[in-house]
């Protein structure tokens, strides 16, 4: 559908059957938007880019990268005209060039401020010592039509050729976190639309500078995959070669990324020539004199507590042995697929923070309010459900949450018990941009029945795909792989790409092969659990997700459901709802360690086993063979980590695949399902 672009409110108008008494009144937008948001439209339309500036800010410090991102929001509501080179993870121009605008990379990108100054009204000042100041700045800057900036970017935008002046100074106005929120909720709320939430981090971590060398030394590493703590040992490593200079770095990683399964720490002794220099426990007071940098690891509390990483991330402790040592000893328990590696060399720390720009442009054009609580501390997350609790139910909630899985979980599950849905975006760029573009993509085919036969019928899908940033930057990679299109693969992705970047939906369909099924990500249009989700707007809810479904070609769901982050099966009410509303052949549930299809009430669901690795695909394909009676069809569902594997992996995996197996898209998987359980054919 291609919608006419006018000037409109943004006063929230309900998208379900529910009294608007009980929920506070957002303001109008800025006048001049021609941001378009009909009542049935779950995210705002942009007007079509005609030309764009282009401001190559990679390598810019993130105040820099904040100041372009707000600014690009001010400019791109009337009007897309800027776009921000912020990520070069699928190539820096491939999404600007599909998006077929002429467009100028400006060699000096302070020449766009200058073109556009005369839009913006002034300057947001965050204070740099208390960093959620920059999400209260970004949020003024979207309610003043100013940009947000460090102080030290002020003192140059005041002065010539800028000359522009201080709208706010949040300078020593707030003392911690929860006190700015609290401030922007009590005084900024009333003035931000309500039709949308955005939960962004002040702060991410510096990039280490481009010549930085890295001098780690591996001193230990496990050489197999192991997730059952089965390796579980204190290990005695010689750290002796260090000694000659004064500080010891020791980096805990993982040694398969691919797979998510991390080194795990539980306690650390280091001896200096015999003598205890060091001894602690993750997680206590004596760690912190160690610890050196956390880089996005986590601490498991209470008994058997232990500090873990996986993928890219890792933790490094500092170790200052006597100026006369001559060996140097750390023992050290730990288990599952760690890497140990040590350096007498000050590494970079991603304790170093700076501001980023990404969604922000979003936010600020739409004149959202922007936070970043933390559901799991007491106080963050009473105010974070004062804030659900003054939106209406189908409400979508943009970026992410703190604390890695377990802000995850508790935030999508907090978010779902006010009937409020997740999209991750905090790392989706240029969205005022990719808004403004037409779906123009036809709805695929149906793939080709297969014969119902005596084998194992094996599906692959690719996770992650209720993540906008994922199908703006790691999507891309993968669907760019040569072997995609040779074994059939289903694709999870977002619904609601037809009104947050169609483009995007344009591109995959438009290169999609018969070996290509693009489905509906968790748990629907968005992001959340079924369980938690209000019961009296489960339906409503459904039936516009539903309504998505169609629009963006996606027949078939992947469904999350998960209660203190566990997962669950389906209740009788929510599997109902999702068969006769949805009226799917079968849909996929969980992100298990088994695969099994269960039929209720007449629609087949099927648990995904989540696999990590090429090994795993190949041990589950294994196991699940090995437990085949072989006088049956045998279903099997691998939920593919998107993170760690490529359609290249599953070519080459199904290329040694004996006759017995099959791989079938999802369509062809369910109706299989069906005839061999005698259901109708949907």
């Keep these: 559908m291609i919608r006419k672009l006018t000037a409109i409110s943004l006063a929230i108008v309900s998208t379900l059957s529910f009294s608007a008494g009980s929920y506070a009144q957002p303001q109008p937008a800025a006048q001049g938007s021609a941001i378009s948001w009909p009542d049935n439209q779950q995210l705002t339309t942009f007007k079509q880019p005609k030309q764009l500036e282009v401001a190559d800010i990679y390598d810019a410090p993130g105040d820099v990268k904040l100041l372009f991102a707000t600014l690009e929001g001010i400019v791109n509501r009337k009007e897309p005209r800027i776009y921000l080179l912020e990520n070069k993870e699928e190539g820096k121009f491939k999404w600007l060039n599909d998006l077929n605008v002429d467009y100028k990379v400006r060699d000096d990108y302070f020449d766009i401020l200058k073109q556009f100054k005369k839009e913006v009204k002034g300057l947001i000042i965050y204070d740099p010592n208390v960093p959620d100041s920059v999400n209260v700045a970004t949020t003024l800057a979207g309610l003043r039509d100013s940009v947000a900036v460090s102080p030290e970017l002020a003192e140059k935008l005041q002065a010539a050729p800028y000359s522009f002046k201080v709208i706010e100074d949040l300078q020593g106005k707030f003392k911690d976190r929860i006190d700015a929120y609290t401030w922007q909720y009590e005084n900024l709320w009333k003035e931000t639309t309500h039709r949308m939430l955005v939960g962004l981090s002040p702060e991410v971590s510096a990039r280490p500078p481009a010549n930085q060398p890295d001098t780690y030394k591996v001193v230990a590493q496990e050489q197999t995959e192991e997730r059952d703590a089965k390796n579980r040992k204190v290990y005695d490593l010689d750290l002796s070669q260090f000694v000659a200079k004064p500080d010891v770095y020791v980096k805990f990683g993982d040694a398969f990324t691919q797979d998510g399964w991390g080194a795990a720490v539980h ?83 991603s304790q170093t923070k700076e501001p980023y720009g990404y969604l922000r442009d979003y936010a600020v054009a739409n004149k959202a309010m922007v936070f970043w609580l933390d559901s799991n501390d007491p106080a963050e997350k009473e105010l ?255 939920g593919i980590l998107a993170w760690g594997m490529t359609p290249t992996d599953l070519a080459n995996i199904t290329a040694e695949l004996d006759p017995s197996y099959q791989v079938v898209l999802a369509d062809q998987f369910f109706s299989l399902i069906r005839e061999a359980n005698g259901l109708p054919k949907k």
């Design 267 to 349: 306690e650390i002794t280091v001896k200096a020539d015999g003598e205890t220099i060091a001894h602690f426990l993750p997680g206590t007071a004596d760690e912190k004199a160690y610890l050196y940098d956390p880089q996005g690891s986590q601490v498991s509390t209470g008994s058997g507590g232990h500090r873990f990483a996986d993928g890219g991330n890792y933790f490094t402790y500092k170790f200052t042995p006597p100026a006369d040592t001559t060996e140097l000893t750390m023992s050290v328990e730990m288990w599952n697929e760690y890497k140990v590696s040590a350096t007498n060399d000050q590494p970079f720390s």
């Design 384 to 638: 974070f459900e004062k804030i659900l609790s003054d939106v209406k139910p189908g409400t979508p909630y943009l970026g992410w949450f703190s604390n890695d899985f377990q802000g995850e979980f508790s935030g999508v599950e907090i978010a779902s018990n006010h009937g409020v849905y997740v999209l991750a975006a905090d790392w989706f760029s240029n969205l005022t941009v990719f808004s403004g573009t037409k779906p123009s993509f036809s709805k695929p085919k149906a793939p080709k029945p297969v014969k119902l036969d005596n084998k194992i019928y094996v599906t692959y899908t690719f996770s992650e795909g209720d993540n906008l940033q994922y199908n703006q930057h790691r999507l891309r990679i993968l669907w760019d792989d040569p072997k995609r299109g040779q074994v059939p693969i289903n694709w999870t992705s977002s619904p609601l790409l037809y009104d947050a970047a169609p483009v995007m939906l344009n591109y995959f369909y438009g290169t999609a092969t018969a070996n290509d099924q693009i489905i509906a990500g968790p748990s629907g249009a968005g992001y959340f659990y079924p369980a938690a989700w209000p019961e009296k707007a489960f339906a409503d809810y459904l039936k516009i997700s539903k309504d998505y479904m169609n629009k963006s070609g996606m027949k078939i769901p992947y469904v999350l459901n998960r209660l203190n982050g566990e997962n669950l099966p389906l209740s009788e009410a929510n599997n109902a709802a999702y068969r006769d509303i949805y009226d799917v052949p079968g849909l996929f549930i969980g992100w298990d360690n088994f695969t099994k299809v269960d039929i209720v009430d007449g629609l087949p669901t099927s648990n995904i086993q989540g696999v990590g690795s090429a090994n795993d695909v190949k041990k589950a394909l294994a196991d699940a063979k090995a437990k085949w009676d072989g006088k049956s069809p045998l279903f099997v569902s691998l």
